[in-house]
């Protein structure tokens, strides 16, 4: 029996939330980097195809950092053409000039920059102050916009930080703020280590537009180590944030060992999203055979309670 | 590091809610009567000697249906003296007068009935139609509130059915009020199968509302099945809703194998409600350990990702 041929998750819209939400997917890039096993590149691009068959319209592919930190993405040069014929958006990392030049000469047309809330962050990430940094996203940014790509800013521990603790949340607005003055298109509010609930999101999203930081050119990034992911999107939601990041299959958090750290599952999402009648244009079973069929390239199964929910009723 | 030491969950309210919930801790009873594992009766009664230390009020201790159904609480009339001098209230399920009487018997002084949404499950379940259900209800409830007992009814399937699909709301309603009417003091609405989303618990509750049941008098009670709880629990407070059900560690799910339909985890509930500034009286670290002193008897890892989180910090 699969329920989703009964009509579930029933939709049943509530007031006040939008009618149509943009999810930015970030399995193939923060999952994947996450994970212990390196992927073939291969296997990578057919993720990615299958996942923009399954409706998603952008799905984050790769960075372009030193292979040197992130070995799980150091095919991103040779995953970007594998990619060409490709229907979805495909932003990719980018945390300077150098890989700037690298995405742009692979004719990609989105890229993001990674900031940090927080100095001890800044300092760990980027062997940067938070000052230094912006320093340096400052002329990619204004490059990449001269050549007409699409960018993001990334903004890590709005919540709080494993060294410094809760983050306030004047620190994150003006962090946020000057991301945005760079020239960024959208900024995604990353919650690390997942220990926002949904009060505080309320309170940032408040604060930024309070800030004159629009709320339409905001995403959210749950993690799910504390469980509160689906909650906490749920409030953002409430506020009128319509984009929303997530990893699918909910890869780059193992259900088992020590890191528990994973994004917000797109299959958990999803479900909520359709539950609420919101259109999102993905199609949740073929999302969920794409992560099963990951899974088993990874050798464990999904952490998404969705895709495990729906996988086991079809076997 | 303990995150908790330093001051996470932070506090920070948002408005609408209320500021203090009363969780309904079912892990001892709805938890192991969906564990493979049947668990010692001193082992039983430590445990709810602990989630009393860690500030739970009210612990729903056993199960006085005949052992052949449920095995793993077969222990109920030997449970129930080793719990004398805990501090918390302790109900326990009856499904007929027989139950109640032997719960009489041993002192109990909170009961709960069971009742069904849906024909099939009240069929599967209880060997009854609704209607009969309902007339079997009627002189244990009497009776037991004769007899100074508080009577709480939980009402399954008022989402979804496994087998009927979804379940429209006015049928939900129609057997709610009927149990009401029976004289119960408090009515626990249940997703058994865990496929409700946010909007529709909301619309559930306005229904109920608008057809006289006082949301003062109702329960949440979400399984976790596709990572939807903790958002349904957040539009349940938005709505007034003030008593949480809640399982320790998501004690009745089964983080690996084929059944993935536990409880919400009380303590992922504790983080938002504490992350929310809502008062519980749970000492969070507390709950924590003993649920991870539970998962050793039980020989697996807590599906709780609070739980996982924090037991990887402490280790």
Redesign the interface.
């Known amino acids: ?1 699969s ?1 989703l041929e ?9 007031a006040g ?1 939008p009618a149509r939400v943009r999810i930015h997917e970030v399995g193939a890039r923060d999952g994947l980097q996450n994970e212990k096993a390196v992927v073939p590149v291969e296997i990578k691009a057919e993720f990615i195809r299958r996942l923009a068959q399954a409706g998603l319209t952008t799905i984050e592919a790769t960075s372009f950092v030193h292979p040197k930190w992130v070995p799980q993405l150091a095919d991103a040069e040779q995953l970007v053409p594998l990619l060409d014929g490709v229907d979805a958006e495909l932003p990719v990392l980018v945390p300077n000039e150098r890989g700037l030049d690298r995405a742009i000469a692979l004719g990609v047309r989105r890229i993001a920059v990674f900031g940090s809330a927080t100095e001890t962050f800044a300092q760990r990430n980027l062997n940067r102050t938070v000052e230094e940094s912006l320093a340096m996203f400052q002329p990619v940014v204004a490059r990449a916009r001269e050549a007409g790509l699409h960018v993001r800013g990334y903004l890590s521990m709005c ?2 930080d ?1 060294w410094e ?2 983050v306030p949340v004047s620190q994150v607005v003006s962090v946020a703020h000057r991301l945005m003055e760079l020239g960024c298109d959208e900024l995604s509010l990353g919650d690390t280590i ?7 999101v ?2 940032l999203l408040t604060r930024l537009g309070e800030a004159g930081v629009p709320t339409e050119r905001l995403a959210v990034h749950f993690h ?5 992911a ?2 906490n ?3 953002a939601l409430e506020h009128g944030v319509t984009c929303v990041d997530a990893s699918a299959g909910g890869l780059g958090g193992c ?2 060992a ?1 890191s ?2 994973g994004n917000l ?1 797109t299959e ?1 999402l999803v ?2 999203l ?4 919101i259109e999102t244009g993905v199609d949740l079973g073929r999302l969920t055979a794409t992560s099963v069929w990951m899974a088993a390239h990874l050798g464990r ?1 999904s952490p ?3 895709v ?2 729906l996988s ?1 009723k079809e076997s």
Chains 1, 2 share one sequence.
């Open positions: 029996m329920l009964d009509g579930l998750p029933m939709a049943v819209p509530a939330l919540f709080g494993p603790g809760p997942g220990v926002a609930t949904p009060g505080h309320r309170q799910d180590t504390y469980g509160q689906l909650a999107t749920l409030a259900p088992y020590k528990a750290t599952a958990d479900w909520m359709h539950g609420l009648g199964p998404s309670r969705t495990r929910a086991q």
